[in-house]
DNA sequence: GTCTATAAGCAGATAGAC
DNA sequence: GTCTATCTGCTTATAGAC
């Protein structure tokens, strides 16, 4: 998913032949350790970037393997060669969605300014739900349906991430650099309006119309948006 | 669902006997005319309550129709009878949540004072997130889903809801009552953090705990988020 | 209007040849 | 590492007795 997205697999099938000339004849049955890893690295990576698809577009137990596996172009089979149950595959995707946010989230604590540092915040979540719109829509799934399969990332990973922000916006209100401001209202603000674009956006597109997400729309949006949260949060920078 | 919701339909198992004496005998198979309408407005009502809790867990695809019909005491069959698809069932819970948001939008209309319309429309908005938090799921799953079964309440209803309140904020903008804000972008804005609060109940849940999620927490959390859009508007009532 | 039984097909997962 | 065939159980929907 990292490192490989949209990629088919076709290549893999045709590119068993190893290097080595003495191991050309049982080659297609034995790679070399080498290739078999690689090959594993490709076909994981592409089944992830098919199963994020499937699992966005009709959540868990609506999304089959079947479906997943014939998108991947390969028989159900490898699918749990790979991932043994439907629900490691899940897994694998949900991890991978956190991590992406757990970078933008870092993008918080780039500066002592809350402008900068809130809207650097905003707009690295509005660029993640350009990005990859449908592993926000797993998340969104996911905590839609009760987020069963996602307590231990928020109460170990999120909650103490939001626990320390909160400290840091009181802070900053204290200081006299936000209005008073209730601290987690106003990440759920950031949270709500920024995956919008992510989840919401089919509604977007049937409201606002396909240039709304173009690339331009899209930015425009972002500063727009920006905007609207700075002055909800009443930010302004600190005198030098 | 409008006028019924959590009572089971056990009540109508032993309550067939007409008031008439002389129907007595074949009362149990051919119930008046009255009654027969009233099971059927009992039983589908509640099946509709039950869908929409379904449908909200595990969307339409993850939904099935044995679960539904369990969950409200039910055979399978009997739900086949009252609604011939689950696609059928799906649109006229999808229908009926539509109904509730068209009741709640009314409110924007309320005042001509931007303060009093917007905020009332907020408040509006999360008290509907408050009180039907599985209808809002249920939205939320068929956008992400691609909205494929909700392109005529978009494209007919919601999008000249829509326009016509795009030309009310660009009228206030004009006026100096509203900083000059992007109309669409507002209105996703007060849509995605006020159906926050639904959709995201089970993160808010594990984040904030439950006292958040408490009537007191519910109502400062609301008059908050109140707080929050009208300084992002940057709206102010006009003189007198 | 209710409900048992069942049809026809799809789900997740596995066996075992290659 | 790949893939066909298959097991078991669940899916939507219907038939038909009551």
């Known amino acids: 998913m ?16 190893p290097r080595a000339g003495r191991e050309a004849a049982d080659a297609a049955h034995k790679p070399a350790p080498r290739r078999k890893a690689a090959i594993r690295a490709s076909n994981e990576s592409h089944l992830l970037a098919c199963a994020e698809a499937v699992f966005a577009e009709r959540g868990f137990e609506g999304a089959s393997t079947a479906l997943i596996a014939e998108r991947a172009g390969l028989p159900k089979a490898n699918l749990h060669y790979y991932f043994p149950t439907k629900l490691a595959l899940y897994w694998r995707v949900l991890d991978d969605v956190f991590e992406e946010w757990n970078a933008a989230a ?63 916006i009181e802070r900053w209100v204290e200081e006299g650099l936000l209005a008073p401001v209730d601290p987690k209202t106003l990440l759920f603000m950031i949270w709500a309006t920024t995956q919008h674009y992510a989840d919401f956006e089919a509604q977007i597109r049937a409201l606002a119309g396909k240039r709304a997400l173009s690339a331009a729309g899209f930015e425009a949006s972002t500063e727009e948006v920006v905007r609207m949260i700075l002055r909800a949060s009443g930010a302004r920078s600190p005198q030098a």
Chains 1, 2 share one sequence.
């Not at 990292?2 to 068993?16: G, I, K, S, W």
């Open 106 to 168: 870092d993008t918080f604590d780039a500066s002592d300014d809350p402008v900068q540092a809130i809207g650097g915040y905003v707009r690295a979540k509005m660029a993640l739900s350009r990005r990859r719109p449908l592993g926000s829509k797993v998340w969104a799934n996911e905590i839609i349906s009760g987020a069963a399969h996602m307590q231990d990332i928020l109460l170990e990973r999120v909650k103490p991430w939001m626990e320390t922000r909160v400290t840091l």
């Open 2 to 17: 990292r490192d490989d997205d949209t990629t088919t697999p076709a290549a893999n099938l045709t590119m068993r032949a």
